[in-house]
């Protein structure tokens, strides 16, 4: 079956498009589109997401839909018919165990493309009593699940997450979690370095010519939600705009904050990590941030007998890796299977996540 998965991340820089051909246990990517937001509809989406309002809401939910759709329609021009599309939607709040809203209206979407769609994942997990997220690992587990050798995916958005799957691991055994932020407070830090000219550190250019502030990062890295156990989900609610006016009152230079909080998202990763790693450990990273060399640098230092890789070394472009999770959930979905992993949202059970618009 081929599937198109649609993905906008934490970060809130686009759109991403999969197509992914599914046959049983097989997964081959077809093709991956990237589309930026248009710079206008970023703001508003901050806007709502850190200030709320119905009427924008439901306007974004449509706004977003159609945008949606373009995309797909782009995608799928250049790389042939779909029969199913899975659209995540744009996470505007999230409270793992609680309660959580995606916008991206899926009957525009399924009018649009004449195409049907699945969508609203994340809900059915928390109403099984999980997070909500992370939904990624059906597709880590999928993936890169070793015999022998102790795997843990990375995934390097606005928000960093890991799945630990341990070597010839069971679904049960399967550990994920947010770790704590990844690319979204050095795009904010950077946005307001550059007067908005620039939405992220390109190459880490700018983190390198600062200093991390030791003191600074030790009292950031004091947070409980780094000692909390699993499971756990972190999103803008944590890392927005309040968090990055907390440490702009240090005083520091921007150069020097935007190392400071390169350098969190590494160490909160790497501190994560060093509470699973085991003799053989792979490290395989996806995500905005595995073009950071800064990043993953501090990663290398900091994890010296972990083997680390990029998902595209193992066949998954690794921006594209997201996209390419929800197309195959939504596969499952369509096929009555759950795909949810409740040892990684502590869901009380394995549920079919979703909600099918047809076309037909």
Known sequence: MRVAGIMSGTSLDGIDVAIVEISGRRIETIGFEASPYPARLRERLLACTESGGAHLLAHLNVELAELYAKAALRAIARFGPVELIGCHGQTVYHEGARCTLQLGEAAVLTERTGVSVVSNFRAR???AGGQGAPLVPYLDYWLFRHPKRMR????????AN???IPPN?????VIAYDTGPGNMVIDALVKEFSDGKLTYDRGGKIAAQGQPDRRL???????AYYRRRPP?????????????E??????????DLIATATLLTARTIAQAIHEHEAPSTDLIVAGGGVHNPQIMGHLTAYLPDVAISTTGDHGVDADAKEAVAFAVLAHETWRRRPSNVPSATGAKRAVILGQVTYAK
């Open 162 to 164: 890991i799945t630990v």
């Open 217 to 223: 990062l030790n009292g950031l890295l004091k947070d």
């Open 232 to 244: 756990k989900s972190a999103g803008r609610e944590q890392y927005g705009a309040g968090f990055v």
């Open 152 to 159: 843990i995916a990375l995934n390097i958005g606005g928000i």
């Open 169 to 173: 691991a069971a679904p049960d055994q």
């Open 246 to 255: 907390r440490i702009k009152r240090s005083k520091l230079a921007m150069p």
């Open 125 to 127: 997990d928390i109403a």
